[in-house]
């Protein structure tokens, strides 16, 4: 069965602080799919990116980046001089080729101070 | 403007009244599904469907009914709630499965059962 564990529940930094949220998955399929979503304090879910179990490239967008190691089975994101606006929850997800189920970890929640 | 449209967003409930929450989108996607998401726990996913009549359960599918008797709509049935689903309720839809492209998630319904 597949798994998605966020160990940090809760990170508080200060504005313009580096922050990184760690992203653990367990699967046995070779084939697979990892996101993130961010949880505004609105409640909305907003889709961050999807990454296939084939490509390790790193991928940054903006301040936003992502580290995705298959070798430790993680997807980690990093957000860079982090800002107010960042403040939300963050939640990695885990979704295989053969299911239709997206098994989510149970979320970062991240507060970045003024 | 592409979007899933979840109704009630707020709602109080009594144990045992049955209730229908509303779910709609505008993109004509295929897949739609229902999550629930608890402190500590994530998303998990309730109920998932293909498409027109296609349903299956998720991973806590229990207590729920759900019907896909047109494409845009997907509505979430508790025929006898109970305290134990007092939650967050999200519904999502996508072209595909989630693992082909991004899941758009509605704004959510926070149910209270008391």
């Known amino acids: 069965a597949q798994k998605v564990t966020q160990a940090q529940t809760e990170i508080s930094v200060v504005e313009k602080e580096d922050v990184t949220l760690d992203c653990v998955y367990e699967?046995?399929?070779?084939?697979?799919?990892l996101f993130w979503y961010k949880q505004p304090p609105s409640g909305e879910l907003v889709f961050l990116i999807r990454?296939?179990?084939?490509?390790?490239q790193n991928e940054i967008s903006g301040r936003y980046s992502w580290n995705f190691q298959k070798s430790t089975s993680s997807f980690n994101f990093t957000i860079t001089a982090s800002q107010v606006v960042d403040s939300a929850v963050y939640f990695c997800a885990l979704s295989l080729y053969n299911n239709n189920d997206m098994r989510f970890g149970a979320g970062t929640r991240l507060t970045v101070k003024p | 403007e592409a979007q899933v449209t979840q109704n009630p967003r707020y709602l109080i409930t009594v144990t045992g009244k049955k209730l229908t929450v509303t779910c709609s989108q505008n993109?004509?996607?295929?897949?739609m599904s229902w999550y629930r998401q608890d402190p500590g726990l994530g998303l998990r996913q309730i109920y998932y469907?293909?498409?027109?009549?296609?349903?299956d359960k998720g991973d806590v599918p229990e207590g729920y009914k759900v019907s896909r008797k047109e494409k845009r709509n997907f509505p979430l049935i508790l025929e006898s709630p109970s305290p134990n689903q007092t939650s967050l309720y999200f519904c999502?839809?996508?072209?595909?499965?989630?693992?082909?492209?991004?899941?758009?998630f509605g704004q959510g319904t926070r149910l209270t059962v008391v």
């Open positions: 999502a839809s996508s072209w595909g499965s989630p693992m082909n492209t991004e899941a758009f």
């Open positions: 699967t046995r399929d070779t084939t697979y799919y």
């Open positions: 990454r296939n179990s084939f490509d390790e």
């Open positions: 993109m004509n996607h295929e897949y």
């Open positions: 469907s293909m498409n027109v009549e296609v349903t």
